[in-house]
């Protein structure tokens, strides 16, 4: 036996989580590593979704592998992990189905991954034909075909310098619905802590040090998460986990001893996880993150930068692949889409109702970055109009909160605002001159008056899912359903289509609120001419009479600040000579006409 027995669980076992430095950088403080111990590092990534260039905070794959590549300089002894979801997300990824990222990562050396929800995103055949062309084990012990087949190998053992290193995977029972459900139609995924308790037990007898590899994460929502899993089995001495985006600056600490530990999103940081082990014990770990700016002195890889680069070039001409035809202009202007209905809002809305089959689409103007002009509609012009990768996702929602998002993004109406909403499977009016949350009325969905109290299946984007653009009312609800990104969402209805012809159809107008009784105007009184008094011999020129301000409000608007006072936006944006009229705050002193 390599390894001694753990300790048994309690039969209840709580489950606190505090900063690993407790046990890392405490530890190496307390007691001095024994002489002859053997130093191994873990590097590790996670939620990649293809940031292969260098982007504000995303540090690209060549600066990655250039990490990579300094570490195992300075320590032999090094591995390379990820956590899920590296090959999907942007269309670097997405043009050639994920291999573009696989042949990139076989660049940088990886040693073993476990796959997410997203790499499920382009089939599980499609998957199962990626891992054939990786250099690098695909690990997972939950994830079985409808025979109880394993699709993947469940664990690997490496022996690094005498110490031997057991890594096993763990997959998101959440797959299930948060990819396309014809992506995973014969795909079981099984409890994660069972499978893990299997592989624990086994690895236990053969080797040192055991990592889990685990696409779970800690979001309170999800019923399989890290937590769960390190609280529930004894014997993980590392878990590097994924799917929640979360930053562990030091790691988590589990009561049993299990370190969590999680890069965050992107290329954004590095995990490093030091590991010393002494005659088959570790006797000390350290866990930190590296970010662009501790980074900044490492050179990127030569190779993996001149890769990243003939991709790009490569997909020059995928981007110039056509997809369909519009019949009309596409209207994505700016100052369009985030103020009222467009024929291009409602074609992308059009799209999530497509691919979903949800009750009601909505996604918000600021998203839609292009036009699109008649004619010929190439991929690249599809994707300049939806350049984020953002990804589509289905909720549970309330018809109140419908109601209350639809509030949300038109508070300044008729003034452009980025969260205004492009809407699919329904039909709602705005009060321009009620005042803000009490703007919207006569909502429809499918024909019929909306419910409040009912549960209505919304599609949108996973950034207003999220609660992006102020859409707050969105983050109560967990994730019913996941479904690609909204640039190929769009680009598989046009092609559906064939020739795009949308319309504005009048599911966004403007119209006062059922019984609003407009004042009927009051007849202005007579005014007499008074006479003229003798003119008088003044001693000087008269001051110029002050001139009339307004003190900007919270929540106040230059279009309402100007309907109050009888005027215009645009006659107080000239006035005042605002560069941009959506910023204005309170205590500004408008001057009035």
Do not use: C
């Not at 770990?285 to 790009?312: C, D, G, H, S, T």
């Not at 202007?333 to 103020?339: G, L, Q, S, W, Y």
């Not at 039909?427 to 949350?437: N, Y």
């Not at 064939?498 to 019984?515: F, H, Q, S, Y």
């Amino acid at each position: 036996m390599v390894r001694q027995s753990k300790w048994m669980l309690s039969a209840i076992l709580s489950m606190s989580l505090v900063l690993g430095a407790a046990s890392s950088g405490a530890a190496a403080e307390e007691a001095s590593v024994p002489a002859g111990s053997k130093h191994i590092t873990l590097l590790h990534t996670n939620d990649m979704h293809a940031r292969a260039v260098a982007n504000g905070g995303d540090m690209g794959f060549a600066k990655l592998a250039g990490i990579f590549d300094s570490y195992r300089t300075e320590n032999p002894n090094t591995l390379v992990l990820d956590a899920g979801d590296a090959v999907h997300g942007t269309t670097f990824a997405t043009l050639m189905n994920g291999s573009s990222v696989v042949d990139v990562m076989n660049l940088m050396g990886y040693d073993a991954m476990t796959p997410g929800n997203h790499e499920f995103n382009y089939g599980t055949d499609r998957l199962l034909a990626l891992t054939e062309s990786m250099n690098f084990p695909v690990l997972s012990a939950n994830v079985k075909d409808k025979e109880d087949n394993l699709l993947f190998d469940p664990y690997v053992i490496k022996e690094i310098d005498g110490v031997k290193i057991g890594i096993f995977g763990l997959t998101t029972p959440e797959t299930a619905y948060k990819t396309h459900p014809k992506n995973v139609e014969n795909v079981v995924f099984t409890d994660p802590a069972e499978e893990a308790q299997a592989i624990v037990d086994k690895l236990e007898e053969e080797t040192d040090i055991i990592i889990a590899l685990g696409h779970l994460g800690l979001d309170e929502s999800s019923v399989d998460t890290s937590a769960k899993v390190a609280e529930e089995v004894e014997g993980i001495d590392i878990f590097i986990d994924g799917h929640s985006h979360t930053v562990l600056e030091e790691g988590l600490k589990a009561d049993n001893g299990t370190l969590i530990v999680s890069t965050g999103e992107y290329t954004q940081h590095v995990g490093v996880v030091d590991i010393w082990v002494n005659e088959g014990k570790i006797v000390d770990r350290e866990a930190k993150l590296l970010n662009a700016e501790a980074a900044e002195a490492i050179k990127p890889n030569e190779a993996v930068e001149a890769k990243v680069a003939a991709i790009l070039e490569e997909q020059k001409e995928i981007l110039a692949e056509e997809v369909g035809e519009a019949a009309v202009h596409l209207e994505g202007a700016r100052e369009k889409v985030r103020a009222g209905e467009t024929n291009l809002g409602n074609l992308l809305a059009d799209a999530l109702l497509f691919v979903t089959k949800a009750d009601v689409a909505m996604t918000n103007g600021g998203g839609i970055r292009d036009s699109i002009n008649e004619g010929v509609i190439t991929k690249g012009e599809v994707i300049t109009v939806l350049p984020f990768g953002n990804q589509i996702v289905t909720l549970k929602v309330k018809g109140a909160d419908i109601k209350a998002a639809l509030e949300n993004g038109v508070t300044d109406y008729p003034n452009p605002r980025g969260a205004f909403p492009q809407v699919g499977g329904m039909s709602f009016k705005i009060d321009p001159s009620a005042e803000a949350g009490k703007r919207v009325h006569s909502i429809l969905i499918g024909g019929k008056p909306l419910d409040e109290k009912a549960e209505y299946t919304l599609a949108t984007n996973d950034f207003m899912a999220a609660g992006g653009d102020e859409y707050l009312m969105f983050g109560q609800y967990p994730q019913a359903g996941m479904f690609g990104s909204l640039d190929e969402a769009l680009i598989t209805y046009i092609q559906e289509l064939g020739t795009a012809d949308p319309k504005v159809e009048g599911r966004i107008t403007e119209a006062p609120a059922p019984g609003t009784v407009k004042p009927e105007p009051k007849p202005e009184p007579e005014v007499k001419p008074e006479p003229k008094p003798e003119p008088k011999p003044e001693p000087g020129a008269k001051p110029e009479p002050a001139q009339k301000v307004y003190i900007v409000k919270k929540g106040d608007t230059l279009w309402a600040i100007a309907r109050k006072h009888g005027t215009t936006w645009q006659v107080l944006r000239d006035l005042n000579k605002l560069k941009n009229p959506d910023l204005i705050f309170p205590g500004q002193k408008i001057i009035l006409p």
